[in-house]
């Protein structure tokens, strides 16, 4: 059972391109999330999923675009990078309303934005 | 407004001793979870444990307890007989709310470092 996995591990981007975090999980989890990681902080939330088709904003949601069209795939797009956006990016799902309530996070994807 | 708070930056501990590290919660929801996850030095989210507001007994996971105070908003977690592999930063964390969502609140952390 593979998870919750997120490519790439690393990524250097130059001011104003853009990209797309991957992440995929094979638990059949309902609920999918986004969250950023900065120095001397806890993760902060970006974007979330309570099922295919729904997404909502989370504390951070500005400069990223996500979408859920299967229940596995949660992407997460960096419109027009910028140096603020410099920071480690988690993807966790968990189960939902019918089950346990933990969330499973992926490793973390390293983004320096140049 | 939620928030975790987390007030200890940094703590040291001897090995085979016990270790409390606390969290206080801030919340108007009557349904939330608490949890508390480890990140080791290589980057990754370690799920340790869980307590439901509505659970009346503290929860424990192994050498993992987490003294859960409803009254006073807190919930800190006891780590027991201390190993060199505990070294790590730790952060509490909270879903709230009618639908939970899967959304974690964090607090900012508390870097555990445990001496031989």
């Known amino acids: 059972n593979a998870g919750v996995t997120q490519t790439p591990k690393f990524q250097v981007l130059k001011t104003g391109q853009s990209m797309t975090l991957q992440c995929a999980q094979d638990?059949?989890?309902?609920?999918m999330s986004w969250y950023r990681q900065d120095p001397g902080m806890g993760l902060r939330l970006i974007h979330y999923?309570?099922?295919?088709?729904?997404?909502d904003q989370g504390e951070v949601p500005n400069g990223y675009n996500v979408s859920r069209s299967t229940t596995e795939d949660f992407p997460l797009r960096l419109l027009s990078a910028a140096p603020s956006q410099t920071s480690v990016y988690f993807c966790?799902?968990?189960?939902?309303?019918?089950?346990?309530?933990?969330?499973?996070f992926g490793q973390g994807t390293r983004l320096t934005v140049v | 407004a939620q928030k975790i708070t987390q007030t200890q930056p940094g703590m040291f501990v001897q090995e085979k001793e016990a270790v409390t590290l606390d969290c206080t919660y801030d919340?108007?929801?009557?349904?939330?979870?608490l949890f508390w996850y480890k990140q080791p030095s290589s980057g990754e989210m370690i799920f340790l444990i869980y307590?439901?507001?509505?659970?009346?007994q503290n929860a424990t996971e192994g050498r993992y307890s987490l003294n859960f105070q409803k009254a006073r908003k807190s919930a800190n977690l006891v780590i027991s007989a201390s190993q060199l592999g505990d070294s790590a930063m730790y952060f509490c964390?909270?879903?709230?709310?009618?639908?939970?969502?899967?959304?974690?609140?964090f607090g900012q952390g508390t870097e555990l470092s445990v001496k031989p």
């Open positions: 307590q439901g507001s509505y659970d009346e």
């Open positions: 919340t108007s929801d009557q349904s939330y979870g």
């Open positions: 638990m059949n989890h309902e609920y």
């Open positions: 964390a909270m879903m709230s709310g009618v639908v939970w969502g899967g959304k974690l609140i």
């Open positions: 966790a799902s968990n189960r939902g309303k019918a089950g346990p309530a933990e969330a499973f």
């Open positions: 999923s309570v099922g295919a088709g729904i997404t």
